[in-house]
């Protein structure tokens, strides 16, 4: 089965790398130093140190696992500049209640609300994907269809 790809963008793909590097040279050792001192105790039947040393060891290997298939699935998304909203695109909207904001359209594996970045696959995002500036996109929300403007398309 073909693997899904992972839309990042270099700031993105150079985070998920770091954390990788972070994870295997940093939580590695620190873990199995968990675990030596867990031994150390002696009988492991019953030490609850060395059994929950051996769950984070086991989560954070799933987690490297998980982190290196994004990034081996992943494709860089270039900022450039555009007519039509796309992957990668900074964009300036005004909001149903008049109030303006700029996001960035992001893959859903970087999207981060509070950093202004929004999924292409949110309703907001895929929304204004391949739309232009000027243009009034209709969103489907649970308070029922409100109406965004695109202002500007930013880069």
Excluded: C, W
Aim: glycine content about 6%.
């Amino acid at each position: 089965m073909a693997e899904k790809k992972v839309m990042l963008t270099q700031e993105g793909y150079d985070k998920l790398v770091e954390k990788v590097n972070y994870l295997k040279s940093v939580r590695r050792i620190e873990i199995a130093n968990r675990l030596k001192a867990a031994i150390a105790l002696g009988d492991l039947s019953e030490n609850s140190e060395y059994v929950d040393a051996k769950n984070e060891q086991a989560f954070l290997e799933g987690e490297i696992v998980d982190l290196e298939k994004q990034i081996r699935n992943s494709v860089i998304i270039h900022e450039e500049k555009s007519d039509t909203v796309a992957l990668g695109s900074t964009v300036k909207i005004r909001f149903p209640d008049g109030a303006e904001d700029t996001y960035m359209i992001v893959g859903s594996t970087e999207a981060d609300p509070d950093e202004k970045r929004i999924s292409d696959e949110s309703p907001l995002g895929s929304a204004l994907i391949g739309q232009s500036a000027g243009s009034t996109v209709p969103v489907h929300a649970p308070a029922g269809i409100l109406q965004y403007t695109i202002l500007e398309i930013v880069k």
